[in-house]
């Protein structure tokens, strides 16, 4: 892949900022992004470095731009199987649970699998699920999110107390694949 200005004012776009925004973030002036972009400036590594970076990170976006929305919900009393079915029909591998609208714990196919016996299809969520993912706001930093997302499978996202979309890694992979 060939950087040049062209390139980099596309990242800057598909990313959704502003050359202001840009310039603010990599500390240069938005001048500087302009020219840079037009082709009009040969930029020195050390900013070639620094646009790319934060280009190719999801910086600047919150987790708001990058959750799925549709998240998918198990209640404690379910069954395995049932759980089981809802994750291979949506194609994910884990499921908050939730107890009177609040997050109690999180179903993983890791869970399954680790308590895979011949009855655990009749067993109940509560009896294999883990701890709760962790919770953020919104207007979360994506980059924020990043070293949770080393130790948890996802991350809630959260809007004035309510649910409104989870991360997972594959979530913050598709940012990567969607800037190249």
Do not use: W
Not at 49 to 72: P, S, Y
Not at 143 to 149: A, F, G, Y
Request: glycine letters at 6%; charged letters at 25%; hydrophobic letters at 40%.
């Amino acid at each position: 892949m060939i950087i040049n200005g062209a390139t980099l004012k596309k990242l800057r776009l598909d990313s959704g900022l502003t050359q202001r925004k840009l310039s603010q973030l990599v500390g240069v002036s938005q001048a500087h992004i302009a020219k840079i972009e037009g082709g009009r400036v040969d930029p020195r590594m050390s900013t070639v470095n620094k646009l790319l970076q934060v280009l190719t990170e999801g910086e600047g976006k919150d987790c708001g731009e990058v959750m799925t929305r549709q998240v998918v919900f198990a209640e404690p009393m379910d069954k395995v199987v049932k759980v089981s079915q809802l994750m291979m029909q949506h194609a994910i591998s884990q499921l908050p649970v939730l107890k009177n609208r609040r997050v109690v714990g999180t179903v993983t196919e890791e869970s399954i699998i680790r308590n895979l016996s011949s009855s655990i299809a009749d067993n109940r969520v509560e009896q294999v699920m883990q701890p709760p993912l962790p919770i953020v706001p919104e207007d979360t930093n994506v980059s924020m999110i990043k070293p949770l997302l080393e130790d948890h499978p996802g991350v809630l996202v959260v809007k004035k107390g309510d649910i409104v979309g989870i991360i997972t890694r594959s979530d913050l992979l598709k940012t990567v694949s969607n800037t190249i």
